[in-house]
């Protein structure tokens, strides 16, 4: 009796300390939330532009591009970042090998995604999605979150898609439902790739929570696209993620700007920023021109102490708001 009663109070202990250590997970397999540490939640590190038709691992030389994008990455590890979350979707060039690969041997722990983009006019989605419903979508998906992509056993931190514009097209509405069927499955964030600002925005956030989505669940990828305000505003304070991700060296006092508006209506702890760096192009010699991912770490965040951010609105950015939004807390 006793026994049984110390097993069953062990699996409720193991269940409390799960639920109170959200975990995520990288390519390397689960860690704690917390041990993601810096992070930037929006960068790729190869990306192949061909579509989903043409598409092909054999399209280019993964050694090469395993040389010529890890000194980037080791170069980021010695400025702090401990956390790449890598977005490119299948059919856009998705390596989960060359990602582990990239991974050990950086030191950069590196998150892949399961999911579609259906944006870019649906050139990157597979022809095979006419045939398919939202839960044959979510079945594949829930499959890859459970077992692993590709054949390995490396499993995606989170559910990328990619829309472009209202109305929705039925594929559309079938990789926003597919998502959420996925997100209750596995609690997998599910990051949004929106072209065309804030409208798709918030309709991709209404149809989520529709379907039982925790608003807290959903990122606005490129929020940046959005010039008013008022939309990012909106979309944080009803709890989403706001990801404003096209920082480089030439733009630093326009996002210096949104964030000091986001500061001051006291929702800062729901915007995310990256840079949508990289990355290695599939068909371009030696991969093109990579651009690197230092902007952040060499000219953001010094301009953001001089513009009256403190360490801990950064600690805030790239620490503590990068962990809650890839957290699953089952
Ligand atoms: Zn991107």
Known sequence: MLKIFLFVYGLFIVQACSNLNPHAVSVNGKIP?????????????????IGADKISGNRYDQDEAFTIILPHLKSLYQKGCRTLIECTP??????????KRLSDSSGVQIFTNTGYYGASGEKFLPASILNQTAEDLAKSWILEAREG?????????????????????TSILKILKAAAIT??????????????????????LRLLTEDGVPAGAWIWVHAQNEKDITYHIEAAGKGGWVEFD??????????????????????????????????????????????????IFDSFIPALLKSGFTEKDIELLLVEN??????INR
């Open 33 to 49: 939330a917390k041990q993601m540490s810096v992070t930037l939640v929006h960068e790729h590190v190869l990306v192949d532009f």
């Open 90 to 99: 299948q059919y856009l060039g998705r390596d989960v090998a060359l990602l």
């Open 149 to 169: 992509i590709d054949g390995t056993s490396i499993r995606p931190g989170f559910i990328k898609l990619g829309v472009d514009d209202l109305p929705f097209s």
């Open 183 to 204: 997100h209750n499955a596995t609690g997998l964030p599910i990051a949004v790739h929106t072209s065309k600002g804030g409208k798709p925005a918030l309709e991709e």
């Open 246 to 295: 096209g920082i480089d060296n030439s733009n630093t006092e326009e996002y210096i700007g949104i964030l000091h508006k986001m500061k001051a209506s006291k929702l800062l702890h729901r915007v995310l920023i990256s840079q949508d760096a990289g990355w290695y192009n599939v068909g371009d010699a030696g991969g093109g021109n990579f651009r690197n991912y230092n902007s």
């Open 322 to 327: 990068p962990a809650n939004a890839f957290a």
